[in-house]
C-alpha cells in the first residue's frame, strides 16, 4: 500500500509530479541510480533514526554519510538506525523504498544540505521500483522539512 499512499500524497499537494517506476530494483543508491540514469549522489536517500524517545527521517544526498557526532549535537542524543520491521510500520514504507510522502505516521523529516548541489534528486515513491524526479527545495516544502548539516559530504 506504500506506493499508492505515495500517489495519493502527490495528487492531492503536487499533482504535477509523477511517480515514476522501474522494472529494475532501486533498492540500494546504486541500483537506483542505474534504474533512474543518474549518478549516485542525485539519489535522496532517507534515514530512518530513532535518537532517544523520538523517530525522524533525514533526507541526504544518495554518496554522503551520516555524521554521527553532528546529529547528536544537533538532535541530543546518539543517532540508532531503525530495523526494517520497524521501518515499515512506522513509515509504512518497505526499506529500500523509505521516503518523506506518504507516511504512514506523521514525522519530523530533516534534509541535509548535500541536497542543495543538484537541481533535481531523485527520492524513492515508497516502493523499491518507485522515484520522483523532484527539486531539493519543492521536496523539503512538500514535507514541511528542516535543513540540516548532518553529514559528511563526499563525491
Known amino acids: 500500500m506504500s506506493l499508492q499512499s505515495v500517489r495519493a500524497f502527490f495528487a492531492e499537494k503536487a499533482p504535477d509530479i509523477t ?6 530494483s532501486s533498492a540500494t543508491v546504486v541500483l537506483a541510480a542505474e534504474a533512474y540514469g543518474v549518478e549516485p549522489a542525485r539519489i535522496a536517500k532517507t534515514l ?6 523520538r523517530v525522524v527521517l ?6 554522503s554519510r551520516m555524521d554521527n557526532k553532528k546529529v547528536k549535537a544537533l538532535f541530543g542524543g546518539k ?4 530495523g526494517l520491521e520497524e521501518v515499515a510500520e512506522i513509515t509504512g514504507h518497505e526499506v529500500g523504498g523509505v521516503c518523506p510522502f506518504g507516511l504512514k505516521t506523521p514525522l519530523p523529516v530533516y534534509c541535509d544540505v548535500s541536497l542543495k548541489a543538484f537541481n533535481v534528486v531523485v527520492p524513492a515513491a515508497g ?22 548539516d548532518v553529514c559528511e559530504h563526499r563525491s
Not at 533525514?58 to 554518496?63: A, F, H, K, N, Q
Not at 522515484?131 to 522539512?145: F, H, M, N, Y
Open 127 to 148: 516502493s523499491t521500483h518507485s522515484a520522483v524526479r523532484i527539486t531539493p527545495q519543492r521536496l523539503a516544502e512538500l514535507v514541511g522539512a528542516e535543513w540540516v
Open 79 to 82: 543517532p540508532k538506525m531503525l
Open 19 to 24: 511517480v515514476i517506476e522501474s522494472a529494475q
Open 48 to 53: 530512518s533514526l530513532r535518537i532517544g524517545d
Open 58 to 63: 533525514i533526507v541526504t544526498s544518495g554518496t
